[in-house]
């Protein structure tokens, strides 16, 4: 356990996940100038269910664009295919799918876990070793819990564990609030990909938030005896 403070942690970097890929050549080609424009510490790659081959074969088309920037490359699932891709690690949703994959994974590889509906989920993970908790994000429904029920449990986590926690941002007022709540990193989806002024220009000012908010938030952060 830890308390980590504001004034204390770094700045909470970004987290990027794709859409479901389809075309990864086009996806590769544009990659680059999305990520230079930001602090962005992964990507999750969101694969198209298909046979394991095809899988393996579109990871190793992003792998360069992405990992070339230093960002590391996550797969959303499909842990099997991990070391096979040369990705980084992986999201695994729900406890019971972080606890099947981490003999697979570990101690080589990153596992994340994310799907964590209660304070409980969240504190198994934790004990079974995942490298970050992800809040926020939506359900197989497309539903999400509010706001202000991820800020509750981005501060809860923060002040009394030591992995990373995440936060899942569909503005950039979230973006700003989960980071003054606590979360280590950002993650976003949809905001950057849907902007009307194209990817590049939205993940900036998704960065650009989260720096500002991360300002704030260690000035005003109490003075800790």
Known sequence: MSNKTASARPAPRLYLATPVVTD????????????????????????????PRSMITTVKALAPAIQGTGAALLIDGHPDIVARAGADGAHLTGVAALEEAMAGLKPDRIAGSGGLSTRHDSMRAGELGADYVLFGERDAQGRRPSPDAVNERLAW???????????YAISLKEAADFVAAGADFVLVDDLVWNDARGPAAALAEIGAAIQAAHATASVTAPVQS
Not at 33 to 51: E, F, M, Y
Not at 157 to 167: D, H, S, Y
């Open 157 to 167: 986590w923060a002040e009394l564990f030591e992995p990373p926690c995440i936060g």
């Open 24 to 51: 990864p050549a086009a996806l590769a080609a544009s990659l680059p100038a999305i990520l230079a424009g930001a602090d962005v510490a992964a990507v999750l790659v969101r694969l198209k269910d298909s046979d």
